[in-house]
């Protein structure tokens, strides 16, 4: 119902059992307000009552929601410094060892200073070992006092078994080598075929145009190919008359150059002798016969033919 003085909607007082405006104050008697009045004034009051019970309502599912927050995380909180408290004797409460390494070395003893040297300087100790020794055979690499041949032999396939060609080369070694530290003999044995293997053929050719080897052992085959090369030069060339009338004329090898002119013709030289054949000299150093027939030959530019005839008085005599 309406207020008669300002047209406010009337509201029920409970209290004063009257019908109130809250907008101007005006009041109204219950027993004065007709049944349509009390009627229409009742249902406003229930609305209201709806109104104020709905508000109420979600206050209090607010108010619950907040206390269900604080509560969740008060106990999160709680549990999180539960699992964080460190007892009273942890390791982060006790007072620091300032002491260095050397100093807890030092007081350690038996077992417990060998797994602390284990632990802490065993693989500082084995780096630095190795530093040290590759340092050193760098260091020695360099300053080791180099070696020149005083007589480079090459040979085409060794015919010497091992302990005969350790011989040959100490009985040369007694021969020539007077300062160890810087001289020694050459016998290269890796070649295995100046005719058939192209890694031997450029090695020997390497070696030979740098003017290194003195003297050749090889098969009479693998001669003739050098002396149609011009490398080796005739016996009677190499040594002196009297070694060379000295030596038995079965064990002179006579080859015959031939020259490819560029028609595809063979031109031929005048046969020589060009190698000493080694049958007996292997056969007393190796204790057996060997079944191919090595010779030896020398080469035009050796750089120590001084050693020619020794080293052909030693083969011959």
Known sequence: ?????????????????SASCPFCGAEEPLDNLSKEELKLLLDNAVKDIKNDNQKNADRIVEEN??????????RIINETSTQTKLDEDAEIYKSRNNKSASENFKNLKGKAKFSYFKDYYLGKVIVAVLILALLGGLVYTFLKPKQEPVLYI??????????????????????????????????DTNYSSLVADYNSMMSYTMHMSAGEIDMLICTKDELKYQVNNGVVIPVKEAISKEIYDSIDDSLKYKVTPAKLLDNGDAEYGEEDIYGLNLEKFLEKINGFETSNKYVV???????????????????FE
């Open 1 to 17: 119902m309406t207020c008669k003085q300002c047209g406010g909607i009337m509201v029920l007082d409970k209290d004063k059992k």
């Open 65 to 74: 929601r907040k206390l269900v927050k604080e509560s969740y995380a008060s």
């Open 154 to 187: 090459a040979m085409i396939v060794s015919p010497f078994m091992p302990e005969a060609q350790e011989q040959f080369k100490a009985d040369l070694t007694d021969m020539f080598v007077k300062d160890e530290d810087h001289e020694n003999i050459m016998l």
């Open 297 to 315: 030959a020398f080469i035009g530019i050796a750089p120590h033919k001084d050693k020619f005839d020794e080293v052909a008085k030693y083969l």
